[in-house]
């Protein structure tokens, strides 16, 4: 049986996060994949914006980026692209999710996004950086994973050593991978089905439970990218982002700082509004022991919405001895 290559959509993978952050001083979110859609070229005209609203969320997005919370940023990014297009604004969104990519190790997206930038504005402000990105790139990116070339020979060997030898395990799971790798979901989770189907010794695999969900019913779902994002999602639409302390204030006597702070904000991940969202800040000594407790009510979140939260603690024998703080998001379900 060929295996034809699908029409690639730009899809969308998961970034899963926490909504509970602990960190000692600083914190940030890992994550990555998902596409936007092909934009037309520059020289059309540029949409309609509002106010000043494509400059403000670019620098939000830009300092997610320079902070490292790829797991939010990813998302944001792509919105600006959806909902600036032709724009400048777009167009630097497209370096930078280019960079997280690449800061997560997603090369073969980076290089897309590069070469997307490249393609709308090859003269463009960060032309120069893109085409260095993307050259290092691609040659790292070569050097550790499967060319298209090669991927397609080999899936295309495999699939001819397989109608010479259909019963083997070992063909069929090797196939469903690079289908996997190809971007072929669909292909590769009913390759998988049938070797759990025909030998159940295979059906625990690791491999293969990451990447189909068997029903007691003996139907599967294949756990794509983009599912396994949307369940995430679902799990845990609430973060907390963006986490920051400092010290103010400053007694008249002894000149030690009077307060300890924390700031950030608070994410809606969903496509649903979420109420009574609240972010309860913890402030440890050394030992864990608790200095004070207090809550950041934000109250409603629409679909995408950030809030940002700020919160003072006095309540502590000695300054210097605070060791960490902890953020907890919550809402009402």
């Known amino acids: 049986m060929q295996y034809k290559k699908p029409n690639r959509g730009k899809?969308?993978?998961?970034?899963?996060?926490?909504?509970v952050l602990t960190v000692v001083m600083a914190a940030g979110c890992y994550t990555p994949r998902t596409m936007a859609p092909s934009p037309e070229p520059l020289d059309k005209k540029p949409s309609t914006m509002k106010g000043n609203g494509g400059q403000q969320e670019l620098s939000e997005a830009?300092?997610?980026?320079?902070?490292?919370?790829?797991?939010?940023?990813?998302p944001r990014l792509l919105q600006i692209i959806s909902n600036y297009p032709n724009s400048k604004y777009s167009?630097?969104?497209?370096?930078?999710?280019?960079?997280?990519?690449?800061?997560?190790?997603?090369?073969?997206?980076a290089i897309d996004v590069l070469n997307e930038y490249l393609?709308?504005?090859?003269?463009?402000?960060?032309?120069?950086e893109c085409k260095k990105l993307a050259s290092s790139l691609s040659e790292e990116y070569e050097q550790k994973y499967w060319t298209e070339e090669k991927l397609e020979a080999r899936i295309d060997e495999l699939s001819k050593a397989l109608q010479k030898d259909p019963q083997s395990v070992d063909l069929q799971l090797e196939l469903a991978d690079l289908l996997w790798k190809r971007g072929d979901y669909q292909n590769a989770g009913t390759m998988y089905a049938r070797v759990a189907q025909e030998h159940p010794e295979k059906a625990n695999d690791p491999l293969l439970t990451s990447r189909i969900e068997i029903m007691p019913s003996g139907q599967y779902l294949v756990l794509t990218p983009g599912e396994v994002q949307r369940r995430a999602v679902e799990k845990q639409p609430l973060v907390v982002i963006n986490l920051a302390s400092f010290r103010s204030g400053e007694d008249l006597?002894?000149?030690q700082p009077l307060y300890y702070s924390v700031t950030g904000q608070a994410v809606n991940r969903s496509d649903s509004v979420l109420y009574g969202v609240q972010?309860?800040?913890?402030?440890?000594?050394?030992?864990?022991?608790?200095y004070d407790t207090t809550t950041a009510n934000i109250g409603r979140l629409n679909p995408g919405e950030s809030r940002a939260f700020s919160v003072r603690f006095s309540?502590?024998?000695?300054?210097?001895n605070v060791y960490?703080?902890?953020?907890?998001?919550?809402?009402e379900r």
């Open 119 to 128: 393609r709308i504005a090859p003269e463009g402000p960060r032309a120069k």
């Open 279 to 290: 972010v309860m800040v913890t402030l440890y000594g050394f030992g864990n022991v608790v």
């Open 91 to 109: 167009l630097e969104a497209r370096y930078l999710l280019a960079v997280t990519y690449k800061e997560v190790k997603s090369y073969r997206d």
């Open 62 to 74: 830009k300092y997610m980026v320079e902070h490292g919370d790829y797991t939010v940023v990813i």
């Open 315 to 320: 309540n502590f024998d000695d300054i210097e």
């Open 11 to 19: 899809g969308a993978c998961f970034l899963a996060g926490v909504a």
């Open 253 to 255: 006597f002894t000149r």
């Open 324 to 331: 960490r703080y902890e953020a907890v998001g919550s809402f």
